[in-house]
């Protein structure tokens, strides 16, 4: 017969805890979740978490430092999980159930990025965290888009030139479930641009991760071309290549800073194509011919030859860059993070968008869950967004590298910086400005994008010359 033990709650609590800190890989001197964090990650009061922190103390797990947090001080001993009482005995113990199991739910879960395997082993083992915490919960994924209205949860952006309009249409609004989400939670806990988007709505909905625009540098082929900028801020990094340098030479080496968004490296080059304050686009400045000049030039020294079918994928430039044949890339971290983990033999170095200091707005897009309209337990999918979004989810997605977590003391952890490219703790500090460039409508208007995507993919290929590629940008009017 198995004995069961009557634990408390805290003290169940304090085992969880020394269980996490062994499987995320913690090291002594690694800061613990906030106590809020912890309350929203097991759904209890201060006092349960004040409780199961001072065990943690009198064990000598952990220390705490007086307004700075509690740091661990030494890895628990492992232990055999045990039954600690009732409710977790029969769920586990019966394999073919019982009348006194807990009925088993189910949450349906919109995520498009599931079909990427990078992306579906990060969401594997959330929904395992997820599952193994609260138990008798089975989750459905939907990857398809036209049965979006059928998901209890969505994964969505706040910003996407494919108009993710249905998809933040089919998140609920509401204020009373908006509040529950954020009952315990300390939104200051986030990076400020992360909430940005959730700012003045009532959409029941919480930040999972960040995207942030990234200049990655190979640093073997920076320092053999151009080490004058291994230490410079890159503001202008095309106009001085343009000045110092033969781009065009055969030895010279292909740089990715053009990649989508024709107004990004404009900007970052503070060539005014966009007037923040009017909405206003303008396209007749002068520097505008040579940097798309020079575009043309890294394109076909991707492709190795001039015109002709021009590939601008974010699969095909990376790899590129990965083989050791490009200099510089401009991406999102979204991408760039798996890319810089893939196999190669050549040092890294990012540095975030110039834009950011330029006009202290923050490159980002934002990836956020929401609860749907049509959701069928809002108990359970408000258990899964705290617990995606807090603390559990966010160390998952701090060790998988797919993208920077929302939660800062997630992101500003070994657990993450470690394996990320050199420099990316300095390139977080942008996080902390308070808005996007691209939530502005040059960016985040599908139709406008698409016509200048098109226009310059024409341009690039040679279907039509600089002179009215130039011409039919001056036209454009947002």
């Given at each position: 017969?198995?004995?069961?033990?009557?634990t408390?709650?805290y003290?169940?609590?304090?085992d969880?805890?020394?269980?996490?800190?062994?499987?995320?890989?913690?090291?002594?001197?690694d800061?613990?979740?906030s106590?809020?964090?912890?309350?929203?990650l097991f759904?209890?009061?201060?006092?349960?978490?004040c409780?199961?922190?001072?065990?943690?103390?009198?064990?000598?797990?952990?220390?705490?430092?007086?307004?700075?947090?509690?740091?661990v001080?030494?890895?628990?001993?492992?232990?055999?999980?045990?039954?600690?009482?009732?409710a977790?005995?029969?769920?586990?113990?019966?394999?073919?159930?019982?009348?006194?199991?807990?009925?088993?739910?189910?949450?349906?879960?919109?995520?498009?990025?599931?079909?990427?395997?990078?992306?579906?082993?990060?969401?594997?083992?959330?929904f395992?965290?997820?599952?193994r915490?609260?138990?008798?919960?089975?989750?459905?994924?939907?990857?398809?888009?036209s049965?979006v209205?059928?998901?209890?949860?969505?994964?969505?952006?706040?910003?996407?030139v494919?108009?993710?309009?249905?998809?933040?249409?089919?998140v609920?609004?509401s204020?009373d479930?908006?509040?529950?989400?954020?009952?315990?939670s300390?939104?200051?806990?986030y990076?400020?641009?992360?909430?940005?988007?959730?700012?003045?709505?009532?959409?029941?909905?919480?930040?999972?991760?960040?995207?942030?625009?990234?200049?990655?540098?190979n640093?073997?082929?920076?320092?053999?071309?151009?080490?004058?900028?291994l230490?410079?801020?890159?503001?202008?990094?095309?106009?001085e290549?343009m000045?110092?340098?033969?781009?065009?030479a055969?030895?010279?080496p292909a740089?990715?800073?053009?990649?989508?968004?024709?107004?990004?490296?404009?900007?970052?080059?503070?060539?005014?194509v966009?007037?923040?304050?009017?909405g206003?686009i303008?396209?007749?400045?002068?520097?505008?011919?040579p940097?798309?000049k020079f575009?043309?030039?890294?394109?076909?020294?991707?492709?190795?030859?001039?015109?002709?079918?021009?590939?601008?994928?974010?699969?095909?430039?990376?790899?590129?860059?990965?083989?050791?044949?490009?200099?510089?890339?401009d991406?999102?971290?979204?991408y760039a993070?798996?890319?810089?983990?893939?196999?190669h033999?050549?040092?890294?170095?990012?540095k975030?968008?110039?834009?950011?200091?330029r006009l202290?707005?923050?490159?980002?897009c934002?990836?956020?869950?929401?609860?749907?309209?049509n959701c069928r337990?809002?108990?359970?999918?408000?258990d899964?967004?705290?617990?995606?979004?807090?603390?559990g989810g966010?160390?998952?997605?701090?060790?998988?590298?797919?993208?920077?977590?929302a939660?800062?003391?997630?992101?500003?952890?070994d657990?993450?910086?470690?394996d990320?490219?050199?420099?990316?703790?300095?390139?977080?500090?942008?996080l902390?400005?308070?808005?996007s460039?691209?939530n502005?409508?040059i960016?985040?208007d599908?139709?406008?994008?698409?016509?200048?995507?098109?226009?310059?993919l024409d341009?690039y290929?040679?279907?039509?010359n600089?002179a009215?590629t130039?011409?039919?940008?001056?036209?454009?009017?947002?």
């Amino acid at each position: 017969m198995i004995e069961l033990k009557n634990t408390k709650k805290y003290e169940m609590i304090a085992d969880k805890i020394e269980r996490m800190v062994l499987e995320s890989g913690m090291k002594p001197g690694d800061r613990l979740s906030s106590v809020n964090d912890l309350c929203l990650l097991f759904n209890v009061a201060p006092a349960t978490i004040c409780n199961s922190l001072e065990l943690l103390r009198s064990r000598n797990v952990i220390t705490s430092i007086p307004r700075k947090g509690n740091f661990v001080e030494k890895l628990p001993v492992p232990k055999p999980e045990t039954c600690s009482d009732l409710a977790e005995y029969l769920e586990h113990s019966n394999p073919i159930g019982s009348m006194f199991s807990p009925r088993r739910k189910t949450v349906s879960i919109y995520i498009d990025e599931y079909r990427f395997s990078f992306r579906k082993q990060l969401w594997d083992k959330i929904f395992e965290a997820f599952r193994r915490q609260y138990g008798n919960v089975e989750i459905n994924l939907i990857d398809d888009i036209s049965r979006v209205e059928s998901a209890d949860i969505i994964l969505y952006a706040d910003y996407s030139v494919k108009a993710d309009h249905a998809l933040i249409k089919a998140v609920m609004n509401s204020e009373d479930l908006r509040q529950r989400l954020y009952k315990d939670s300390d939104l200051r806990s986030y990076f400020p641009v992360a909430l940005e988007s959730l700012s003045g709505n009532q959409l029941a909905a919480m930040p999972f991760a960040v995207s942030q625009a990234l200049r990655l540098f190979n640093r073997n082929l920076l320092e053999q071309h151009c080490p004058e900028f291994l230490d410079h801020n890159q503001e202008n990094l095309i106009a001085e290549i343009m000045t110092k340098y033969d781009y065009s030479a055969s030895g010279f080496p292909a740089m990715g800073t053009f990649i989508h968004l024709l107004p990004l490296p404009l900007i970052e080059e503070g060539i005014p194509v966009y007037d923040f304050k009017t909405g206003k686009i303008d396209f007749s400045d002068h520097r505008i011919p040579p940097v798309l000049k020079f575009n043309r030039c890294m394109v076909d020294k991707l492709q190795n030859k001039p015109g002709g079918s021009v590939k601008l994928s974010v699969g095909y430039i990376g790899d590129k860059f990965v083989k050791n044949e490009l200099m510089a890339l401009d991406t999102f971290s979204s991408y760039a993070l798996p890319l810089t983990r893939r196999n190669h033999d050549f040092r890294i170095m990012v540095k975030p968008s110039p834009a950011a200091a330029r006009l202290k707005h923050s490159v980002t897009c934002i990836q956020i869950l929401g609860i749907g309209r049509n959701c069928r337990d809002a108990g359970l999918a408000l258990d899964f967004i705290r617990f995606a979004c807090g603390t559990g989810g966010q160390m998952i997605l701090a060790e998988s590298k797919c993208n920077i977590p929302a939660l800062r003391a997630c992101a500003e952890t070994d657990i993450f910086l470690n394996d990320c490219p050199e420099n990316m703790n300095e390139s977080l500090k942008e996080l902390y400005l308070e808005k996007s460039l691209l939530n502005f409508p040059i960016f985040n208007d599908a139709l406008l994008h698409n016509k200048i995507n098109d226009l310059t993919l024409d341009y690039y290929s040679g279907r039509i010359n600089l002179a009215e590629t130039v011409k039919r940008l001056k036209a454009i009017k947002a």
